[in-house]
Structure formats: C-alpha cells, structure tokens
C-alpha cells in the first residue's frame, strides 16, 4: 500500500493528504461492527437495574420501533447509551458526537441531551433538581428529547417485556451508520 511521505504531519504536501483522503473513503467503516460488538459486551453490565444494559438498549430501540419512529431515531434509541461504560460521566456527550455525522440536528439534540433529560426521573430522590431540562424549554427539539425520555428510555427497564433480538436492529444499524457522512476530510470535524 502506498504511504504518505511525511512523519510529523506538519511536512504533509497536498498529495500526501489526498492519499489519505481516497484511503479513508475506500476503507471498510468499521464503525457499525464496533459498536455491535460493545453492545453485547453490554450484556455482561449488570448495576442493580433488573435488566443488563443491552436489554436496556434493546428495550429503547423496540419501543421507538413500535411507536412508528424513523430509522434512525431506532438506531439512535439502541445507541444511546453505548458510551455508558468507556463515558461513565458524559455517556450522552459521546454517543451523540458518534451518530452526528450520520443522523439529523433533531436525533443529535435528542441524543445529546437525554443525560440530562433523564434526571427528572430521579434528581429529586437526590435532593436535587429533577426540571433543569426545563432551562431548554422552547428549544424546537426539546419535547423530542422529553417524549424520547418518556416513552424509550424511563421504561426500558422491564424483564418481563417482549423485546427484538438484536437481530432485527442490525440491518438498521449498518444502514444508519453506512450513510455518506455530512462532511468532508478537509474538515473532519463537525460542529456541535
Ligand atoms: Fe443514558
Ligand atoms: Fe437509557
């Protein structure tokens, strides 16, 4: 395989970056293999809920899938708590950075925000304030994300519910995951 000419970035040429740049857009994403496979490392996650993480998981997606939600907001349920184990601190943060390229302003938004969404569920049980999601009222996704805390996440916690194998999430996954990114290698970054 051909290799750049350069070994500190800084004494890259133009050609050496296009090199790159074809290299990345020719290479097999590996993006939706990895996160199915930390999914099921998820079953082993057991912290006192009466369902492992991927059940968890498994339950959001079902329940977004059943009430008629687009494509991606299933993916975006099923993948919104995968950084829960390598982001214990800002799972949210980091889910929703891995879907941006891929998903609309309002699946990021949801993603990004159902952290702190989900603690009107319980802050209060902590002494704290179960309504800081109301200091986004009036944002034009925030009854998304309040809907989506609502109906897919709080109660995802059923052992008792009938729930997809993950089987049937896999296709989607890859096609969400599979989508051409919206934005460019000159960039690789987007904007929160
Ligand atoms: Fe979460
Ligand atoms: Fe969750």
Redesign the pocket.
Known sequence: MKKVSFVHMADGTAEDYQLIAEAMESAHNPLADDLLELLQKNEGHDIGYQVSRLE?SLQ?ATHAFRDDQDEEMVVAALL??IADTIAPYNHADVAAGILRPYVSDRTHWVVKY?GLF?TYYYAHHFGNDRNQRDKYQGHPHFQACVDFCEKY?QN?FDPAFDTMPLSAFEPMVRRILGRKPGFDMSSRDVAA
């Open positions: 968890h959001s919104h708590d159902h989900q996440d995802a």
